[in-house]
């Protein structure tokens, strides 16, 4: 069965600091495909990156960059320099390779102080 | 900009009222459309697969006479929860399947509803 865990609930950073959320998946699929989603205090869902199961190459984007591995089943989140901007929740999630099933972790709650 | 408009984004309503939340795909057609609930503070559970023509598939748990799906264009869902009580307060997401990986997702969310049954 496909699940994913988010172990960490809630992280508090100074701003500036840089931060990793963590992510670990279980599946049997061989193709699927993994994302993070940041959820903002209004509560839209905004998407952050997609990695299809295959491509383990690692990704930079700005401040934000993601660690695929899957020796160990995680895709991490790592933010750089954080900004009070990135206080929200953030949900990692995992889909068949149709894109159909969606399955959340129970998300990370980050708060960036000033 | 948004692909996938969601509406009303919030409603208040009283005990027994039936609600209805519309979702629309944009700028592409959507055979398939998803509608998952978000309790506060937890993660989105799918409640329901809404297909087009044919009738929603619901997750385990869900009441299908009490969250009514109809799919009845390709760009137009619509959730029904009737007769609400305050343990349907929720937020509520909707998302449309694309088969053409536009932004690079296969799935596009709406803003979400948020619920409040007094």
């Known amino acids: 069965a496909q699940k994913v865990t988010q172990a960490q609930t809630e992280i508090s950073v100074v701003e500036k600091e840089d931060v990793t959320l963590d992510c670990v998946y279980e599946t049997r699929d061989t193709t699927y495909y993994l994302f993070w989603y940041k959820q903002p205090p209004s509560g839209e869902l905004v998407f952050l990156i997609r990695r299809n199961s295959f491509d383990e190459q690692n990704e930079i984007s700005g401040r934000y960059s993601w660690n695929f591995q899957k020796s160990t089943s995680s895709f991490n989140f790592t933010i750089t320099a954080s900004q009070v901007v990135d206080s929200a929740v953030y949900f990692c999630?995992?889909?068949?390779?149709?894109?159909?099933?969606?399955?959340f972790g129970t998300g990370t709650s980050l708060t960036v102080i000033p | 900009g948004a692909v996938v408009s969601q509406h009303p984004s919030w409603v208040i309503c009283k005990s027994g009222t039936s609600v209805k939340i519309e979702c629309r795909s944009l700028?592409?057609?959507?055979?398939?459309m998803f509608w998952y609930r978000q309790f506060p503070k937890q993660s989105l559970m799918l409640m329901a697969t809404s297909n087009e023509g044919s009738k929603a598939t619901y997750e385990q748990g869900v009441e299908k006479d009490k969250f009514l799906i109809n799919h009845a264009s390709l760009t137009l869902s619509t959730l029904t929860v009737t007769s609400a009580h305050p343990e349907d307060s929720s937020f509520y997401i909707c998302s449309a399947r694309d088969r053409g990986l536009r932004n690079n997702q296969p799935q596009h969310f709406g803003d979400g509803t948020r619920l409040s049954i007094l």
């Open positions: 700028d592409f057609q959507a055979t398939t």
């Open positions: 999630a995992l889909s068949e390779s149709t894109g159909n099933q969606f399955y």
